[in-house]
Structures are given as structure tokens and as C-alpha cells.
Nanobody, 129 residues
Framework: QLQLVESGGGLVQPGGSLRLSCAAS????????IAWFRQAPGKEREGVSC????????NYADSVKGRFTISRDNATNTVYLQMNSLKPEDTAVYYC??????????????????????WGQGTQVTVSS
């Protein structure tokens, strides 16, 4: 079973930056597209960004485009989410997840919750003065 662990969250001022990490154990990540989702208090979980298994393609939610950058280092089994120009509305628990096994597991088709499994435990990001 693929195990994912998020880290790097914390408290940051509006306009600040954080870099989240998603690390894998038991299996290598290079077979899977990896996505970041987030869930704010009282809100449904929403997709943030996705990166293909090779890192050759990415996508972003409109709300974070131009501010967040997803990347991966398959040599260290780690996916990153660089978050710049953070806003209070970015406050949420951030989760990484691997796309469910299929012939298209390496590709990002979108940010649908139903397409992803092997969720991490989440890391809290709080943007506040």
C-alpha cells in the first residue's frame, strides 16, 4: 500500500510563503500522478494542483494559479507545493494523494476527488496576521 506523509505547514502572514512536502514510503512515486487537495473549516475538500508521474505536465485550480507551483523529485520520492503570496482564504488542511491505479495513473486528467486515493494525513496551513 502506498503511504504518503505531508509536512511543511504552519502559520504564515498574508503575502508570505510556505513549501509543502509529500513523501512516500513502501513504494516509489514515479508510477503515479500526485495531487494536492485542501479542506478549509466547514468547506468541502477541493483540488489545488496535480503533477504527472514524470513531472512533464501540471495543472492548477484557478484560485491558486500564478501563486502556487507543484514539482516533484522522484529520486527522493517527494512532491512539493511551493505556495507564494498566501491569502487568508488559503487557510486549510492540505493533503496529497496519488491517482488510483489504472492505465492512466501517470497522468493528470483533472482534480476530481474520485480519481485519487492513498491520502496522506494532512498538514495545516494557516494564513493570518
Amino acid at each position: 500500500q502506498l503511504q504518503l506523509v505531508e509536512s511543511g505547514g504552519g502559520l504564515v502572514q498574508p503575502g508570505g510563503s510556505l513549501r509543502l512536502s509529500c513523501a512516500a514510503s513502501k513504494f516509489t512515486l514515479d508510477y503515479y500522478a500526485i495531487a494536492w487537495f485542501r479542506q478549509a473549516p466547514g468547506k468541502e475538500r477541493e483540488g489545488v494542483s496535480c503533477i504527472s508521474s514524470s513531472g512533464s505536465s501540471t495543472n492548477y485550480a484557478d484560485s491558486v494559479k500564478g501563486r502556487f507551483t507543484i514539482s516533484r523529485d522522484n529520486a527522493t520520492n517527494t512532491v512539493y507545493l511551493q505556495m507564494n503570496s498566501l491569502k487568508p482564504e488559503d487557510t486549510a488542511v492540505y493533503y496529497c494523494a496519488a491517482k488510483k491505479p489504472s492505465l492512466l495513473s501517470r497522468l493528470c486528467a483533472g482534480l476530481s476527488l474520485a480519481d485519487f486515493g492513498s491520502w496522506g494525513q494532512g498538514t495545516q496551513v494557516t494564513v493570518s496576521s
